[in-house]
């Protein structure tokens, strides 16, 4: 069973940094697209960023310039580096993946709160 799980979420204060991380079960280079979604309380899920097998990346626009998609062949995982956060991204975050049969897989999420 593929399994996802996200990390490094927590409080920070607008302004500050945090690094997501997303740990795959599966190896990476059977994966087409990862990607990040995030779901603030009452809305619905939003894509954030994707990153392909082929190392082409894609943000939202309310994310670009402020946030960075990477992912490690080696250790099986995806980052997200978030800098300059804003309250506006506060929300649960969510690893996700699909992979070349194709299938698509969600961890459990990682909570990020942004304080003014």
């Known amino acids: 069973q593929v399994q996802l799980v996200e990390s490094g979420g927590g409080l920070v204060q607008a302004g500050g940094s945090l690094r997501l991380s997303c740990a795959l079960s599966i190896n990476i280079f059977d994966i087409n697209v990862m990607a990040w979604y995030r779901q603030a309380p009452g809305t619905q899920r939003e894509f954030v960023a994707h990153?392909?097998?082929?190392?082409?990346?894609g943000y939202a626009d309310s994310v670009k310039g402020r946030f960075t998609i990477s992912k490690d062949n080696a250790k099986n995982m995806v980052h997200l580096q978030m800098d300059s956060l804003k309250p506006g991204d506060t929300a649960v975050y969510y690893c996700e993946i699909i992979d070349k049969t194709p299938r698509r897989y969600w961890g459990q999420g990682t909570q990020v709160t942004v304080s003014s």
């Open positions: 990153i392909t097998s082929g190392d082409s990346t």
